[in-house]
């Protein structure tokens, strides 16, 4: 059986701080690794995906990953109230189509 | 990315009564995925449809209560049958493309 977890949250920081996400998944074959953002009401919204381990910036989102302690984290930085949404941790593993996905952090970024 | 278009974006529908969601791709894909996301839950899986075979369903749903079309590459159709209030929920059509999973904006649907 895939895990991915996450803690439910909600993750409090204030605006202008980095939020900090994590996620583990327990299988090891795992090589496609993915961080999604739900809004309330809406669908999911692919916004990093990182394969190899170290670091992946994109403006102000940088993934991590570490394969050794199967261990993938989502930095925000300069949180603002718009990030304020529930992020889904996704992890595929090789030669299987399907993701599993965590059960999500809601992220609330207070003004 | 993938642009994806659900129909109808919601729905108050009646216990006992069907409906059928469409999903359409911008572009061919060869699978197409439905889950189903519960209010303040997960997403669930709920079956993979590739065209020209049956779909794949996961463990607690069945091709009877969720009977799916892929006629062709860019079009699949979802429908819920026999509804009860249990079925209340958002259904998502998702694709994949170059290794990342696109959501479609969802079907709300309320069985009353």
């Known amino acids: 059986q895939k895990e991915v977890e996450q803690n439910s949250g909600p993750l409090s920081v204030p605006e202008g701080a980095i939020a900090s996400l994590n996620c583990t998944y327990s299988d090891r074959g795992s090589q496609s690794f993915f961080w999604y953002r739900q809004y309330s009401g809406k669908s999911p919204e692919l916004i990093m995906s990182i394969y190899s381990n170290g670091d992946k910036e994109d403006g102000r989102f940088t993934a991590q990953l570490n394969k050794a302690s199967q261990y993938v984290s989502l930095l925000i930085r300069d949180s603002q109230p718009s990030d304020s949404a529930t992020y889904l941790c996704?992890?595929?593993?090789?030669?299987?189509?399907?993701?599993?996905f965590g059960t999500g952090t809601k992220l609330q970024v207070i003004p | 990315s993938a642009v994806i278009s659900q129909k109808p974006s919601r729905d108050i529908c009646q216990r006992g009564t069907s409906l059928t969601i469409q999903c359409q791709v911008d572009?061919?894909?060869?699978?197409m995925f439905w889950y189903r996301q519960q209010p303040g839950q997960s997403l669930t899986l709920i079956a993979t449809?590739?065209?020209?075979?049956?779909?794949?369903?996961e463990s607690g749903f069945v091709i009877d209560k969720f009977p799916i079309s892929r006629p062709n590459l860019t079009f699949s159709t979802l429908t819920v049958s026999n509804m009860s209030p249990e079925d209340s929920s958002i259904y998502l059509c998702s694709v994949v493309r170059a290794d990342e999973q696109y959501f479609g904006p969802g079907t709300r649907l309320t069985v009353t």
């Open positions: 996704a992890v595929k593993s090789e030669g299987y189509q399907k993701v599993t």
């Open positions: 572009s061919q894909v060869t699978m």
């Open positions: 449809a590739n065209q020209g075979s049956e779909a794949t369903y």
